[in-house]
């Protein structure tokens, strides 16, 4: 049967109504920052921003896309950006436990995405450079280099690179809660329990998504149904994410100091004539000692 796009059914429209709400809290939290200058409010809007780029390909799939426009390029445009979640997940925490963080010098964490970018551009001009581009929907470098070669070696790296940023997110975390509790009574423990499960979210987002990579590449292909469970369940994540980050103040972590050094003015000050002492007081104090 020929659909006719929008085609909204029980697998397009979960998705779209979860991306669309997911986008708002995009849009919320952009505002937040752009007013309050408030940076990982802007990492939480990223993250949630390419979640939701994410679900692109599957939802408008849903919807009938492919079948109406045949000769789309839109895969070329379709960016697996998951690998810029990982640094931006890292960095999102550590905005919130370090008091006046700052992003200088950290742009070297996004070079495999900003690559990525300029790859996927720089083969689509090169395909629609070649003769009967338009009448196809992928050209000559996206089937012989992108789809065979370079799209499962991303998810050989995309893992390894997730892998070890949550590592050290979650050495972030519970080394910063370990210096609350040796610090202060009160242990914010709402917004400690929110970043918690914050990273636990993501944790078991990525290991759904490892293990649906391997059934799919060592035992067997999944169809498009049957990898639409792991898009519901980031769009389902993502909505999470945008009502608890957005809800939840942070900013409180932050602007925790952990260097108490005491006020000079509360030490007794020792007068000058006692520090003075006559050879004979010297030596009876050494006999003494």
Same mark, same amino acid.
């Given at each position: 049967?020929?659909? $006719?796009?929008?085609?909204?059914?029980?697998?397009?429209?979960?998705?779209?109504?979860?991306?669309?709400?997911?986008?708002?809290?995009?849009?919320?939290?952009?505002?937040?920052?752009?007013?309050?200058? +408030?940076?990982?409010? =802007?990492?939480?809007?990223?993250?949630?921003?390419?979640?939701?780029?994410?679900?692109?390909?599957?939802?408008?799939?849903?919807?009938?896309?492919?079948?109406?426009?045949?000769?789309?390029?839109?895969?070329?445009? =379709?960016?697996?950006?998951?690998?810029?979640?990982?640094?931006?997940?890292?960095?999102?925490?550590?905005?919130? *436990?370090?008091?006046?963080?700052?992003?200088?010098?950290?742009?070297?964490?996004?070079?495999?995405?900003?690559?990525?970018?300029?790859?996927?551009?720089?083969?689509?001009?090169?395909?629609?450079?070649?003769?009967?581009?338009?009448?196809?929907?992928?050209?000559?470098?996206?089937?012989?280099?992108?789809?065979?070669?370079?799209?499962?070696?991303?998810?050989?790296?995309?893992?390894?690179?997730?892998?070890?940023?949550?590592?050290? *997110?979650?050495?972030?975390?519970?080394?910063?809660?370990? %210096?609350?509790?040796?610090?202060?009574?009160?242990?914010?423990?709402?917004?400690? +329990?929110?970043?918690?499960?914050?990273?636990?979210?993501?944790?078991?987002?990525?290991?759904?998504?490892?293990?649906?990579?391997?059934?799919? &590449?060592?035992?067997?292909?999944?169809?498009?149904?049957? %990898?639409?469970?792991?898009?519901?369940?980031?769009?389902?994540?993502?909505?999470?994410?945008?009502?608890?980050?957005?809800?939840?103040?942070?900013?409180?972590?932050?602007?925790?100091?952990?260097?108490? &050094?005491?006020?000079?003015?509360?030490?007794?000050?020792?007068?000058?004539?006692?520090?003075?002492? $006559?050879?004979?007081?010297?030596?009876?104090?050494?006999? %003494?000692?």
């Amino acid at each position: 049967m020929f659909l $006719s796009f929008p085609d909204f059914n029980i697998y397009s429209t979960p998705l779209l109504i979860l991306v669309v709400q997911g986008l708002v809290f995009v849009g919320l939290l952009f505002a937040r920052y752009i007013k309050k200058k +408030n940076i990982s409010d =802007l990492f939480l809007a990223l993250i949630l921003l390419i979640v939701c780029y994410q679900q692109t390909c599957y939802t408008v799939g849903f919807m009938g896309w492919y079948n109406v426009f045949r000769n789309t390029k839109i895969n070329y445009f =379709l960016i697996p950006l998951g690998i810029a979640i990982a640094p931006l997940i890292y960095f999102y925490v550590k905005a919130i *436990t370090t008091s006046n963080f700052t992003f200088k010098k950290k742009f070297i964490h996004f070079i495999p995405a900003i690559t990525l970018i300029l790859y996927r551009f720089s083969i689509y001009f090169y395909d629609s450079l070649q003769p009967g581009f338009n009448d196809t929907q992928n050209g000559i470098l996206k089937l012989s280099v992108d789809e065979p070669i370079v799209l499962p070696l991303l998810v050989f790296v995309s893992f390894a690179q997730m892998l070890l940023y949550l590592a050290f *997110t979650f050495q972030l975390f519970y080394n910063y809660r370990k %210096r609350i509790k040796a610090y202060f009574s009160n242990t914010y423990k709402l917004e400690l +329990n929110w970043i918690l499960s914050f990273l636990i979210a993501f944790t078991a987002l990525f290991l759904y998504s490892s293990l649906q990579d391997i059934i799919g &590449s060592l035992i067997i292909e999944l169809n498009y149904e049957q %990898r639409w469970w792991l898009n519901i369940f980031m769009a389902i994540v993502v909505l999470f994410i945008g009502i608890k980050g957005y809800f939840t103040d942070t900013k409180k972590l932050n602007k925790l100091t952990f260097s108490f &050094s005491p006020n000079p003015e509360n030490i007794p000050q020792v007068k000058k004539e006692e520090e003075n002492f $006559s050879s004979e007081e010297i030596e009876e104090i050494k006999k %003494r000692i």
